[in-house]
């Protein structure tokens, strides 16, 4: 490559990164010592103030104010003992990143000293000035009384020299103004249906917690050719760029070999994570050149979700102490493999049982049929808010794209349960024959294997399959909260099992032994969710034709997607579980939209200066060094020579004329159509025409651009390529 281009490269690579633990150590030494967990409690609080802790953990009691002061007081002497200064209310506002504003323990008094202080009341509530933070017209601007309350079951954990208290984000009217507010919800949702439904089976169960097992997929760059991408540093994707060479095609990067630069970066993400108590275990090279996946260990939802927002703020943190960024967009690469984050869901009860796996017995594997019935019949159902729930302006380079599930929502679930499911759909209705319901129970329920051999028979390509003990919701972005997607799974879950306990019990009041009830009900969710389920090859043009027969929708863009969040069906749905009300439903798709078109608007206005500023006149001024030395070679040469040896370089003048031209119109016309669409009132109608108008010159523009990168000198490119980009480390 060009060194003069980027010349602080070299010094980046020869980055020594700093020596952030003692080789000596085990993560066993330091894991959860920065988190302010049980251990901790106990060596800093009472036992009645810990017991009631504990409580509101477990039972979701009330925190009284003289528990808290105790609890503050603790908490406070802990994180001093660990270095911290500053407290700060974290929380996961709209935008779909974290919040928080620092202040300090630090409290001068009026005799010139200084006390380090922290009350129960500033543990529990804050005011954050939050006018700025989105909240689709709930909440006015000029009020901006919102305030943030601690939420106590996930625990407070120092970061750097901050203690970060969890806390929910709520409008003084009520509303929720935050991701977490719903997601709480809908697992107490989940809990509480999942629970009565458990209960036909083991009067001992009385909680039950959805479980998430997430899986962060990012790029790492170079910071300095980072710094010279515009479109990376504006969009968090490249807008330009010829493919290179080598690009994916030799499936050598999965599974390989670390570099050694990026291994000393993962160790101190892995450090980080594990003094906050994020089980981060799995660590490894993806498909794409210079794409790499973490994943932790599962854990309840709720925590799992904040452990995931913390841990992306932990990758971009490390990333710029090895002179890295972490791109975490979706597709920051054309034609190479973008990154998701496979969401793995189950639920796991009080007694230790996941409901999802498959057991020894016949009675236990009724039961684990009846939630995984429960749980395709509930996608089959409301497929559409799955949809909404993964869509994003970035997530749709993805969907459809032959890399990621397509933008169509099935559930796989392997041979071996589709038999199990075929077999149970031929029962026959009402009460079933003694002999009947032996032979299904030896022979169909009792024979599901405890490990599935379709464990290692995944299929990549569906967006909800089922893997041996849960499913992965496998259609998720990299950019995402998991939030969004754990409340609208754990929501409709719930929902249907809400239902599915008052269809068997009324047809337990007809009569029915409540065996023969649940196998009844199951048959018929078996019969009614057929159409949902599809074993083949998700990305095949086949399968969109299957699924159109089927009435399956197809819904490629974000915009028409989030529309499925204010169908009368979905609200009634947010409102009869709980979740969200109307207000905040509507509010939140208001945000979503506006936040669609702002991207695109963003990223067209980048483009736009991109092949302005950078690209046209770097074409030009090779061109003219073409020209002047056809000029040059007119004058030297006799005229038979040089109409022979001229030929080429005249041709390339000219196709660098017209791609220069074709690029320039293009963003002509990008910004007519841009401006067409900022007149629009409705935030929908908005989304929608830039959608449908103004992303469609990106690839237009992009075409013309690759091909000049492709005849333009080295030297004079502006922008690092693809090349570099992808393989410098
Ligand atoms: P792999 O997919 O690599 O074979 P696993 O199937 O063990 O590995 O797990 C993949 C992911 O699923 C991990 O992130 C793990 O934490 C998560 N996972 C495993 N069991 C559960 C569960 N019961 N609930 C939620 N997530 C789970
Ligand atoms: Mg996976």
Not at 637 to 659: C, F, P, T
Request: aromatic residues 10%; glycine residues 6%; proline residues 4%.
């Amino acid at each position: 490559m060009a060194q003069h281009r980027f010349q602080s490269l070299t010094e980046a690579t020869s980055h020594k990164p700093v020596n952030f633990s003692n080789p000596h150590q085990k993560s066993s030494d330091y894991y959860g010592s920065h988190v302010f967990n049980k251990k901790a409690m106990g060596e800093y609080m009472s036992k009645e103030a810990l017991d009631s802790v504990t409580n509101a953990i477990e039972k979701g009691e009330k925190i009284g104010l003289l528990v808290a002061d105790q609890v503050a007081t603790a908490m406070k002497a802990w994180s001093i003992s660990l270095g911290a200064s500053h407290y700060t209310h974290w929380f996961q506002p709209l935008t779909g990143s974290t919040a928080e504003k620092h202040d300090g323990f630090f409290e001068p008094s009026s005799d010139g000293f200084a006390i380090e202080k922290f009350s129960g009341g500033m543990l529990v509530q804050a005011e954050p000035d939050a006018s700025s933070f989105p909240n689709g017209g709930i909440r006015n601007t000029f009020e901006a009384r919102g305030y943030t309350a601690w939420d106590p079951t996930s625990p407070a954990f120092i970061f750097g020299s901050t203690l970060c208290i969890p806390t929910i984000f709520v409008a003084y009217t009520g509303e929720a103004l935050d991701n977490k507010v719903p997601l709480l919800r809908a697992l107490q949702s989940i809990d509480r249906a999942a629970t009565e439904v458990a209960q036909y089976f083991d009067k001992n169960i009385s909680k039950v917690n959805a479980t998430l097992g997430w899986e962060q997929e990012y790029f790492l760059i170079d910071e300095s050719l980072f710094m010279s991408r515009p479109d990376l540093v504006m969009t968090g994707r490249t807008l330009i760029g010829h493919s290179p060479a080598k690009g994916q095609q030799l499936d050598d990067h999965y599974f390989g070999s670390i570099p050694e630069r990026v291994m000393s970066y993962m160790r101190e993400v892995e450090f980080e994570c594990h003094k906050m108590g994020i089980p981060v275990k799995t660590r490894h090279n993806e498909v794409a050149p210079g794409q790499f996946e973490f994943a932790p260990v599962f854990e309840e939802a709720n925590i799992a979700v904040d452990h995931n927002s913390l841990f992306m703020d932990i990758l971009e943190k490390v990333a710029r102490r090895h002179l890295f960024r972490v791109l975490l967009h979706e597709k920051p690469f054309s034609a190479i493999n973008g990154s998701g984050k496979h969401n793995n869901w189950s639920l796991s009860t009080n007694t230790g049982v996941n409901l999802l796996a498959p057991g020894k017995t016949p009675k236990r594997n009724l039961l684990f049929l009846t939630f995984f019935i429960t749980a395709i019949k509930a996608v089959n159902d409301q497929a559409d808010l799955i949809r909404a729930a993964i869509a994003s302006a970035s997530n749709d380079h993805r969907l459809g794209a032959n890399e990621a599930p397509p933008a169509i929502i099935s559930v796989f679930i392997g041979s071996q349960l589709s038999q199990v499911l075929d077999e149970l759909e031929k029962l026959e209705n009402g009460k079933l024959s003694p002999e009947k319901k032996t032979d299904l129970k030896l022979n169909v329920v009792g024979k599901i294997p405890e490990i599935l051999l379709d464990n290692t028979d995944r299929n990549r390509t569906s967006p909800f399959a089922f893997t041996g003990n849960k499913f992965e919701l496998r259609a998720v972005g990299s950019t995402a909260n998991c939030a969004v997607p754990m409340t609208i799974l754990n929501m409709i879950v719930a929902d249907q099992l809400v239902q599915f306990k008052q269809e068997v019990d009324s047809l337990i009041a007809t009569g029915l032994k409540k065996e023969d009830a649940i196998f009844n009900i199951l048959r018929e969710y078996i019969k009614s969710s057929k159409d949902i389920r599809f074993e083949g090859d998700g990305y095949s043009k086949e399968w969109e034709d299957i699924a159109a027969k089927r009435g399956l929708k197809n819904t490629p863009d974000a915009p028409r997607a989030l529309d499925f969040y204010l169908t009368k069906k979905s609200i009634k749905l947010f409102e009869k579980t709980g979740v969200l009300s109307k207000v905040e439903i509507e509010a939140r798709y208001d945000i979503l939209q506006e936040e669609y078109f702002k991207n695109i608007q963003i990223e067209s206005r980048t483009l736009g200066d991109l092949v302005k500023n950078h690209i046209v006149p770097t074409a030009i001024r090779y061109q003219s060094v073409l020209s002047e030395n056809v000029n040059r070679l007119k004058k030297v040469l006799d005229e038979d020579v040089y109409a022979r040896v001229s030929k080429e370089q005249i041709d390339m003048i000219v196709e660098i004329s017209e791609r220069v031209s074709l690029a320039l119109s293009g963003v002509a016309q990008m910004t007519e159509a841009r401006k067409v669409a900022n007149k629009i009132e409705s935030t929908r109608d908005k989304s929608i025409a830039y959608c449908d108008t103004v992303k469609p010159f990106f690839e237009r523009i992009r075409y013309s651009v690759d091909k000049l990168e492709l005849m333009v000198d080295n030297e004079m490119w502006p922008l690092p390529k693809y090349r570099e980009m992808l393989y410098v480390r």
